[in-house]
């Protein structure tokens, strides 16, 4: 039976019920609905906000170096630490976050497989209202590393080019462009469809029914069989604001081991609502 | 005493054998007048739904069980009603209830549920899910009952048998007295399945020939309260062994259908009832002779911004 290429940024729910608590051990939430950590989680774990703690609150961008470095610190982790990430959504922005930590060098980061369903579903794992205390850090952070993030000007680049995977991760209705966003989003763009030349394939198709990973064999025939994406080549992933697409880059990146695979958090809010770029639409507006 | 209708307190009011919700029979709607077809109005119920029943049993089971007591209340996942029966049943016996709704069900629930009392938490609605993914609502009352063990329980009526056994010891043997076992259809909507698994378990073991035909509406549907086919995931209580046939409507008849039963038998019936008429038409038109009963949820009071929206012409006219 194949592996994962990097097993080790895995950990099951039962690993992390037995190591809460240890020295070294920071386990943080990340979720969508921003509600969920406060209505009940993990004992000691900290709660992070996508919206007002991971990203720039000026510009539209990722949070910066001194930025990272400054929510690390508050948050009590330390730049050897485990950190155990992972949020609703079977783990979307838990997956951003992870993608975050990486830019910025943090060495041993690991998602928890299945997310806060797999957890609040057995019986056995505890969740808790209770504030958890920390004790603040003086984190410092790498240089961070560029290549595991593409901007639109790389992504105008590859679709000249051809060179590289472009893989959309939205629903089949965002790809098509029969939407523009999930119902109820506020985030969209100002046209609707999708990069010329990316392939279709939704973040679920990595996912089984309890919202871990799928096996190895069954991830490289969803991605390299079935939608060809090509391991040779360079892969783009985009969804609409860059957490789905994080999720995807996680798969691509440490389950089936690709090398060359970049995040472009700027997705289609950003590459549908640039003037003059070239979009594939494939449904009637 | 519910011949002479004085009632001891309003938890009293709810139906059985004893004290039925009303059969109406539907006329100018029906297409075959060789076919009697009945709307059971279950809007008749106390609170004002058949979540009614649910809401009594789940509750009954609870206090028997030593699951409520002045510091621990109620939380559930849904979309209205259940939630209203439950806060208006629990205001009554001095019970506290939290209701986790999605975002889309109707501003009217959302301010009611308020105004009998529950705690409100509205969770988006989902975004691109996962297939088989438990849905927002669900996993936050799951975690307030999780994390707050000692304040909530969850009764969680899209596994609780006691939504099944609702139906199965109160509707279908009101349904088989009213119709005195002439019954030989039965038309429901599928939300949490409670309705069509009880009442049609009840009526299949008296008769095995009475025919049960299940109206959803497909996805990405605007009918709060049903589910489309891909929903019905979310629920353990969908048997589709007791269902013969399953009818995929689309939601814009809902809102005419629901109009229609209003313009021309009197009856002010929400959306899901709309859907139900529809469906029953459908098969009259198959089977002119029968005797036919829709379970109608709820009525139309509810549902003024989704009637609003897709009857735009009725918001014509309402202001100077």
Redesign the interface.
Known sequence: MAKYAHPEVLVTTDWVKENLGKTGIKVVEVD??T??YD???IPGAVGLNWQTQLQDQVRRDILDKAGFEQLMSASGISPDDTVILYG???NWFAAYAFWLFRIYGHEDVRLMNGG??KW??EDDK????EATATTPSRYTAKAPDLSLRARVTDVIQAVESKTHNLVDV??PD?FTGKVLA????TETAQRAGHIPGARSV???SA?T?D?TFKPAEELADVYLSKAAVDPDRETIAYCRIGE?SSHTWFVLSYLLGLQGVRNYDGSWTEYGSMVGLPIERTVEM | MAGRAVFNNVLEMLPGIDNPTPMVRVNRLSPSSGYALYAKLEWQNPFGSVKDRVAGFMIRDLLERGQLSAGRGIVEPTSGNTGLSLALACAALGYRVRAVVP??VPLEKKILLKLCGAEL?V????????????E?SI??A???A???PDRYVMPNQYENEQNVLAHYRTTGPEIWQQTDGRITHLFVSLGTCGTVTGTARFLKEQNPAVKVVAVLPPE?HDVPGLRSASQLEATKLYDPSVIDEQMEIHHDLAYERARDLATMEGLPAGPSAGLILEGARRVIERHPTGVGVMIFPDNSFKYVSNFAKHLPELVEGTSV
Request: charged letters at 25%; glycine letters at 8%; a positive charge.
């Open positions: 969508v609905d509600k969920q209505a009940g989680h609703d959504n079977n806060r369903n609040l579903a505890k969740l808790t209202v939205r629903s965002e999930p119902p109820g989003l939704p973040w679920s996912i029914t919202g789905r | 975002n889309k938490d969770v988006s609605d989902a975004l691109c899910p996962a297939p088989g993914a438990s927002g996993n936050l799951k975690t307030h999780k994390a707050q990405d």
